[in-house]
């Protein structure tokens, strides 16, 4: 079997799990490992004593690398990603893709003029529960789609540079997109900065979809209970997806209100309350990032777009963008305009309506 040399820059806190991913991976040759911090290298050289190890991740343009993933801080992403392009590498790069929309589209136009493939790490688009969560939706068995809650906190990390939500909301907005397959028309977003002035640690965005559907995403790095939930609310029944969850991750709620007419007496009342089984699927689960790592080969073997493009990540930098601007200014809504694909990419029509590659 024919592999292809990867090199992955970036081995804090994030980046040894795709190592060992690309490590494992029988399509894969791991070629080498760039990180600023020596400390770093060393432990992963004590891993991997095969692998070349580098502190400046240019170093790989000379290392016979075809593609690198890149997970290092979130405002490094744009310089090495474009250098990485410009060199003539594939890319997967972690989420967020960039900070500003514009670097974001920079990197599309880039990838697509030099026929490259450009992928973010969306990890939960990887996952078999997430996977489970959409089919469910699309299968029509919870109905019409009313709303959906997605919070993630937890205490801690605190970054000093970036914001919670730019931090955790990445994750949410790309389950939600990926759920909805459209984008909200607008999005709002408040919180609160109470550890380190101008960071906010508490984060609630609320946006607007098609059909009146609502998603509310809470993030928060000031909380005593991790909590990585997704409530799915239809007019048939409910679904909750827990991460935390070890094996019963989803759980389907033959529950709902069925508005009576009238309802003249309590009892009557009482009666539009529907109380049905609680369903929990088994999910044959594989490691996301071993699902994201593969398709991020498949996609450049095949020429295909990713399921998680380039296109993608630019769809969730606008919301956080936006988001971003609401935060700033009191809550006020920000409508989200739609994406020119055809300024940005040679054949838009590769990608599909909601911006994602074929799936
Ligand atoms: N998909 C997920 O579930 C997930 C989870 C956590 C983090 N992330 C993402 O992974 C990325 C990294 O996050 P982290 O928590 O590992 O950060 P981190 O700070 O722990 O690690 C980043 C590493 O990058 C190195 N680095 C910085 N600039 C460099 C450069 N120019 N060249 C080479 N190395 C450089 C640093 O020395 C550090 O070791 C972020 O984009 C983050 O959002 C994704």
């Not at 559907?213 to 939930?229: G, I, M």
């Not at 007419?261 to 699927?281: H, M």
């Not at 990713?306 to 769809?315: E, F, H, I, K």
Request: charged residues 20%.
């Amino acid at each position: 079997m024919s592999q292809m040399n990867i090199g992955v820059i970036g081995s804090g806190y994030w980046g040894p799990n795709l190592i060992r991913n690309i490590a494992e991976l029988p399509t894969a040759n791991l070629v080498a490992v760039a990180d600023a911090r020596p400390d770093r290298l060393k432990h992963i050289k004590t891993l991997y004593p095969f692998v070349q190890i580098t502190e400046n991740y240019q170093d790989m343009f000379s290392m016979g690398i075809e593609a690198v993933i890149i997970a290092t801080p979130p405002h490094t992403h744009f310089a090495i990603a474009s250098d990485c392009l410009n060199h003539g590498i594939n890319v997967l790069v972690e989420k967020p893709l960039t900070l500003n929309s514009a670097d974001a589209e920079a990197l599309i136009k880039l990838a697509d003029e030099r026929n490259l493939t450009l992928m973010v790490g969306n990890t939960f688009e990887y996952n078999a529960a997430v996977e489970m969560l959409k089919n469910i939706i699309d299968s029509g068995e919870l109905g019409e789609i009313f709303y959906i809650d997605a919070v993630r906190t937890n205490l801690g990390l605190f970054s000093t540079k970036l914001n919670v939500m730019w931090d955790l909301a990445p994750h949410d907005v790309s389950i939600l997109l990926y759920l909805l397959g459209k984008d909200p028309h607008n999005v709002a977003a408040q919180g609160r900065s109470s550890i380190y002035k101008g960071i906010e640690d508490l984060v609630y965005m609320h946006m607007n979809f098609d059909n009146d559907v609502v998603a509310h995403v809470h993030v928060s790095w000031l909380d005593p209970n991790k909590v990585r939930r997704i409530t799915v609310v239809g007019s048939k029944k409910m679904a909750v997806y827990d991460d935390i969850e070890p094996l019963e991750k989803i759980k389907i709620y033959d529950k709902g209100v069925d508005a009576p007419p009238y309802a003249d007496t309590f009892a009557q009342f009482q009666f539009s309350y529907r109380y049905g089984n609680v369903v929990i699927p088994y999910i044959k689960f594989t490691e996301p990032l071993r699902v994201e790592c593969q398709h991020f080969i498949d996609s450049i073997m095949s020429k295909t777009q990713p399921r998680s493009s380039g296109v993608t990540g630019l769809r969730i930098v606008k919301i956080l963008e936006a988001a971003d601007w609401s935060l700033k200014n009191h809550g006020s809504q920000k409508v989200i305009e739609p994406l020119e694909l055809e300024k940005l990419i040679k054949s838009p029509a590769a990608l599909s309506v909601n911006g994602n590659g074929k799936h």
